[in-house]
């Protein structure tokens, strides 16, 4: 059962919002998806790191996620900046059932096991220039708590000190001369080993920070960036 990780899948089934109107690598993407996802086993498992849907409600988004639940493998869901259609867990649980969606499964305050790693993350925060200070600490806090809430359901997990910490978000935590200390520091308490985002397209690849940097390894999974086939993700088990 291996790990695969791809963010920001950018759907529009219901809201008309198709991404080939941008050209390059996203001309018929959809079908790239489609193509990309046969490497997946029945039994491996994809986080999607968010962006998710353009739909603005779940029942807007739900042909995005029929499509989704098509696709080869379980997935795991966290929200990304442009997830409007995201709601409590409880709803979007419910959602799923009543739709008959069974792959989809939801990374929000919590976290997962799988082969010898235990999954955590959430959207993560960066400084919004349109935002005054106060805004941003508020949103980098509550995102912070969540990586920790998080990191602490993975601490109470009965596991063997062969058990790897990985972290998935939305928001890059490094890129180019962006630190966010917060949540790289809540990383490094809780012993995370690697981390792996998407949200960077088209020229903002440049930006990204990949490899090994204090302790935690970094890497991009942006659907463009990795040609729309999800990235093994590779750990010590």
């Known amino acids: 059962m ?60 739900l042909d995005d996620f029929l499509f989704i639940d098509s696709l080869p493998g379980k997935k795991i869901i966290l929200k ?21 969606i069974a792959s989809v499964a939801i990374l929000h305050n919590n976290c997962y096991e799988h082969e010898g790693a235990i999954i955590c993350g959430t959207r993560g925060w960066f400084t919004d220039e349109e935002l005054n200070a106060a805004q941003n600490e508020k949103i980098m806090a509550r995102e912070t708590m969540r990586l920790r809430t998080s990191l602490q359901a993975a601490e109470n997990i009965e596991k063997t000190d062969d058990h790897t910490k990985l972290c998935f978000f939305h928001y890059p935590p490094r890129f180019k001369n962006f630190v966010c200390r917060d949540i790289i520091s809540t990383m490094s308490e809780f012993g995370v080993k690697k981390c792996i985002y998407g949200h960077l397209h088209g020229d903002g690849h440049r930006l990204a920070v990949c490899g090994m940097i204090e302790g935690i390894e970094y890497e991009i999974v942006s659907a463009d960036y990795i040609d729309f086939t999800p990235k093994k993700v590779e750990y010590e088990k």
Do not use: R
């Open 2 to 61: 291996a790990l695969y990780a791809i963010g920001d899948l950018h759907l529009s089934f219901g809201s008309d919002k198709p991404m080939d109107k941008f050209g390059g690598g996203w001309v018929n993407y959809i079908e790239k998806l489609k193509t990309g996802f046969q490497i997946l086993k029945e039994k491996d498992v994809c986080i999607l790191c968010g962006d998710i849907s353009w739909g603005m409600s779940l029942e807007e988004s």
């Open 80 to 100: 990304g900046n442009h997830d409007y259609w995201w709601d409590t867990v409880t709803k979007m649980n419910a959602f799923f059932q009543e739709n008959k």
